[in-house]
């Protein structure tokens, strides 16, 4: 598996627009798919528990 990410402290802009970028910029990602880009395929394979919804 591998996974992306970034230094946040290097970046250009915000983190706020890091996220909108995702979030609100690409109508295709929605869903499960959205969920697992926004750190979600992380904390599974890490095993982290998710709190509860």
Known sequence: ???WGTD???MPCSYRHC???FTEELPWLKG???ERVMGGAVVD???WKRPAA
Do not use: E, K
Request: proline share 0%; glycine share 6%; no cysteine.
């Open 19 to 21: 996220v909108t970028m």
């Open 8 to 10: 946040i402290t290097r």
């Open 1 to 3: 598996r591998s996974f």
């Open 32 to 34: 499960r798919d959205l």
């Open 45 to 47: 394979w890490l095993g």
